[in-house]
């Protein structure tokens, strides 16, 4: 066996205790063997090559902050080392020794997760061991901030009824929305009642075009999202009248705010009798 290699074996036998190599090989006796020139010459190159185990690094990472309702941060070790080994032979222990109550998951590997935090301050002891059970400790402190702020919600505004007469099929949905405390970051227009016929043109702004509308009365409804996640709704509804036939020789009433069948009792909207009338009709 050459010098380094039973330099090698001594250490591995004694967990890289320099003295207790040391004292092996004067137990050995070969400082009075009777071959003592050849025996002192290959002693010395042994304990030349015997090398004091050096304790692991252990970095536990850097201090954190983190606010509720985040209630999990990752406990980081993957930065410690051995200097004179590798890092696959190391093992990890972490453990809290200050803080209030937790989940620990993952407390032997090198990356922890420490769940269900509450407010208040933790702090985590990591412990690094080498292969010969040197070891050394780091610490990282992380505190959890709780909030008492309320998110507001915010406010979705679907627009006014309408009423139009076929054979218009269209119209114009305009909503909006407001957030007190943030911003509007999301639309959806969907129907939630009404005739199966129907096409909403562009359901992801505020303002859409729906059209192909049939007889019968639709509800819209209008869903806001805010920059925080909390949403919002509001419904409009859109009536669809039939078309309203005139019988040839017979007078109709109109006016500007009418709705109705064109009787004096209930006149037509002038602009929906312009759209149906025909040459002669009066």
Avoid: C, H
């Amino acid at each position: 066996m050459t010098p380094k290699e039973r330099s090698t074996d001594l250490i591995n036998k004694f967990g890289g205790s320099a003295e207790k190599v040391v004292n092996e090989i004067i137990a050995l006796q070969v400082w009075t063997n009777p071959n003592t020139t050849e025996n002192l010459a290959y002693w010395k190159e042994v304990l030349a090559a015997v090398k004091v185990n050096k304790a692991p690094i252990a970095r536990a990472g850097l201090d954190q902050k983190i606010f509720l309702p985040i209630n999990t941060a990752k406990l980081d070790g993957s930065a410690s080392s051995d200097p004179d080994g590798s890092i696959i032979d190391l093992q990890y222990f972490w453990r809290k020794v200050i803080g209030p109550s937790l989940i620990l998951i993952d407390a032997t590997k090198a990356i922890a997760t420490a769940n269900n935090l509450v407010a208040g301050e933790y702090l985590f002891e990591l412990k690094v061991v080498d292969k010969f059970n040197a070891f050394t400790f780091d610490f990282v402190t992380i505190r959890v901030i709780g909030t008492t702020t309320v998110i507001q919600s915010p406010t979705a505004n679907a627009g006014l009824n309408a009423s139009i007469t076929l054979p218009v099929n269209t119209v114009t949905l305009s909503g909006s929305g407001s957030d007190p405390d943030g911003s509007i970051v999301g639309y959806q227009w969907t129907k939630i009642s009404g005739p199966a016929q129907f096409a909403i043109s562009s359901p992801n702004t505020a303002q859409t075009l729906v059209s192909n509308l049939v007889v019968g009365t639709y509800t819209f409804q209008l869903r806001v999202t805010d920059n925080k996640g909390a949403t919002a709704t509001d419904t409009v509804v859109i009536t669809v009248n039939d078309v309203v036939v005139i019988p040839p020789g017979e007078n109709f009433f109109a006016s500007p705010t009418g709705t109705g069948t064109g009787t004096q009792a209930s006149p037509f909207k002038i602009g929906d009798f312009l759209k149906i009338a025909k040459p002669g009709m009066t």
